[in-house]
């Protein structure tokens, strides 16, 4: 069974922290990895990445994948009060016409002033 | 807003009962993705549509069922309900789809339809 395990949980910093998200998973027919942000609301796409050690970046966020070792990461850098939110992992697995996507739990930032 | 309907905004109803959730893809978009988010469960992919055709299926219970029609909206049915089914349904669309020819597209989520089964 198709497995995304995500940690920390939960994570609270102060304003200016960096933080790291970590991502692990165990799939069947790796396609890609997703991470998503969700406020208070529904959620919203970040990245996604499919080749191994290549940096996608957008602002103050940035992440980056290893397919040996089966995880991303997801930097945050600056923290701000508006990045809290749980931030969602996801990977797409199957085959070049039908796919999976499987979710991790989450984890829970909340960055205080 | 972006640009994905769902009706209704919300729904309750009685165990064993049957409702409908509707979705209106963005316009141009082909794909339509189908999600559950319970406070147990976390976020779950259900099912996915690209252009009038099943393409990824996820953890979709068989009381589930759902189709895209040729004008590319979309309908979540779920049947026998249980006090289980109550969470937020999600509905996303994108430009391609999941898997195939066509390279992955950014999704865009739609503000959800929050089930309650009493």
């Known amino acids: 069974e198709d497995k995304v395990v995500q940690s920390p949980l939960s994570l609270v910093v102060h304003e200016g922290d960096t933080v790291t998200l970590n991502c692990s998973y165990e799939?069947?027919?790796?396609?890609?990895l997703l991470w998503y942000k969700q406020e208070k609301k529904a959620p919203t796409f970040l990245f996604m990445l499919t080749s191994s050690g290549i940096e996608k970046k957008s602002g103050r966020l940035s992440s980056i994948l290893d397919k040996k070792e089966l995880f991303s990461i997801l930097n945050i850098t600056a923290t701000q009060t508006g990045d809290s939110a749980v931030y969602l992992c996801?990977?797409?697995?199957?085959?070049?016409?039908?796919?999976?996507?499987?979710f991790g739990q989450g984890t829970i930032l909340t960055v205080h002033p | 807003d972006s640009g994905v309907t769902q009706t209704p905004k919300h729904l309750i109803t009685a165990t064993g009962q049957r409702v409908t959730l509707r979705c209106s893809p963005r316009s141009g978009d082909l794909s339509v993705y189908w999600y559950q988010q319970s406070l147990d469960q976390g976020l779950q992919f259900l099912i996915q549509y690209y252009n009038g055709e099943e393409r990824a299926k996820g953890n979709i219970l068989e009381r589930f069922s759902a189709q895209q029609f040729p004008d590319l909206h979309s309908e979540l049915n779920l049947s026998s309900l249980e006090l289980g089914d109550s969470a937020l349904y999600f509905c996303a669309s994108s430009v391609g789809g999941l898997a195939g020819a066509l390279a992955y597209n950014e999704q865009f989520f739609g503000p959800g339809t929050r089930l309650t089964v009493l």
């Open positions: 996801a990977v797409l697995s199957g085959g070049t016409s039908y796919g999976k996507l499987t």
């Open positions: 799939v069947t027919n790796f396609r890609s």
